[in-house]
């Protein structure tokens, strides 16, 4: 599913009403299902958008797991000290990948971008519960955070070479 | 003497087949006696030729092998009920005509009745509890193996085991024999002309590259034309890619007709020129389940190409399922894997005509292939030897001889027949689902018993994580099929694919489970509307 930026109201009865179903769901006898946090960001991704690529003070990171057909995009735009502004994030891909994606952009938020390189995907999956045959959607996540702060260094190097030019 | 005790054991076990045999049933040997058969670790005892003879009635046959234009659905007339209401409920009562027998089948593989599923979130008996029955909805990707294959294995490593061809002792004289009737049973299998056209590779993979990589690199050059199709498996399109690259030779796909999911073999004539010297295509698709018109597409060939053109034929998702007569379909170069057909993994063939192996350079340089060797050069041995350097897959050999024997019991025609029934009630039950877009051609075009399909609400890889929690086992991604899927729109699809082990019950359950998994997402709010307003963002990497 592609979560896009179309206009929605974050209900914030939403996440009780995302559990009372879910609730619901497994009162069927012994249907598995996802976990409610998974669920929660589904249902409600934090931080969907897109920021201009092209600023200098955005790192973009687009990162795909071909095999799965999932794809994330995610970015952050860093304050000069280091530390994340605001991050965004676009993801074609499963419940889980959404879920991770969404997760992974409100954990950077405040973290400078070093910090946020010791973000594991074990502890995403953790938090959001992932079934095993999931994790390697929280991989993707870490991946993604890693692209996004590489670009945005990548990009500091060369404004520091054009200065120095 | 070890040796003398294991003949002697199997000069009793074989007066036991014998005995077996006289009383089976004109319809195929009952799994009883399967299992009997396997126990008494016989499984060579018994000449595979004299239980065809028993049971293989109908020798390969035309008709069966392209699928007529006409469908009947079956089980129509005494078996369907209409019920009150408006129809919804017609497959309650459906039976499929040879249930009983397939049944009987089912019992002999074993891994059907593991349970799956615990993620070790629970402890103990509840863990257990919680596990699942496997309901397997995935052969395209591999198929279960009978006792009758297992215990080939097992048998061979533990009473033969030995290297094959010029053994100077009896038990690789044994070994050798029981490697080269697997190759007869192939020969047989496919109806080659000679044993000596049947070459043992790793898989189709393999089998394909072996073409691409001995015959076409050495035959073309810079003008020639491969043409290949927009749905092709991975293993079809990039050795071609490969030798189109080394050669200079000119690549071209005919592309898939996205409205019927079929072969479009009026652009096929557009592309063929007298200048082109391979056609390489899928005898069915691994993700539409479209079932290619090869006689057809041969004939056009054959009136168009240029007169040394090849024609090569992915039959991976065909040889396991229906007869495959390599006399009547009149291609040049037949590709399979053992695994998709209760063989082994790790072993597969090509078939070619003789002359034409016999006309190609090695493959691959070692032992067995050479006829003399000095150091300067050698000189090689004649197919199928030029083509198998080093020491054989001799264990999945036997295995897949075993595999092939264990069809050609039950009989090609019969497997075919069923599988038809399963193809129609799988898609006709599919197709009834809401929220479900089925690929490939219509209800009413005979494919084969697999079908691949999406969801608008629901992501492919969500629907197969929801029915794993069920148990059930279908694939989700691109099949190894990118282009096809580009073609069709679709990144990635969920894939349900049957055999002769699954049932009615199999197709019931499935469809039960996604339809609840389609309730679940269904319910859930959020944008999901998945309009891709982001231009920049494309879902295809």
Redesign the interface.
Known sequence: MLASATSRTVAKSAASAARARLAAASTIPQRRSYHENIVEHYENPRNVGSLNKNDNDVGTGLVGAPACGDVMKLQIRVNDDGTIAESKFKTFGCGSAIASSSVATEWIKGKSVDEVLAIKNTDIAQHLKLPPVKLHCSMLAEDAIRAAVGDWKEKQKKKGEKAAA | MKMGSSLSSSVVAYGIAIIAISTSTIHGLESKRYASLARSNMAFAVPPSRRQQQVHSSSFSPSSLCMSAEVVPPGTTSNVKTSDDDGKTWWKEYKFKDADFFEKVRQEFPILSIKVGG??SNDGAEEEE?MKELIYLDSAATSHKPLYVTDALTSYYNKINSNVHRGAHSLSRLATSKYEKARDSIAKFVNAYSRNEIVFTSGATESLNLVASSYARSKLTKGDEIIITEMEHHSNIVPWQIVAQQTGATLKYVPLNVETGEFDIETLDSLLTSNTKIVSFQHVSNVLGTINPVSDIVTLVRSKASPDCKIVLDACQSVPHMPVNVQELGVDFLAASGHKMCGPTGIGFLWAHENTLNDMPPYMGGGEMIDDVEMEKSTYAPSPARFEAGTPAIAQSIGLGAAVDYLMNIGMDRIHAYEKELAYYLRRRLCEVDGVKVLGPNEDVPTAALVSFVCD??????LS??L???GVAVR???HCC?PLHKAVGH??SARASLYIYNNKEDIDKFIEHLQ?TLS??G????????????E??????
């Open positions: 993620d070790g919680s609400y629901v992501h492919a890889s969500d994580t929801f794993d929690m069920e989700a991604g691109h990118q990144s990635h609840d679940f997402f319910s859930l709010e959020g944008d999901n509307d998945g309009d891709g307003s982001d920049e963002f494309v879902p295809f990497i």
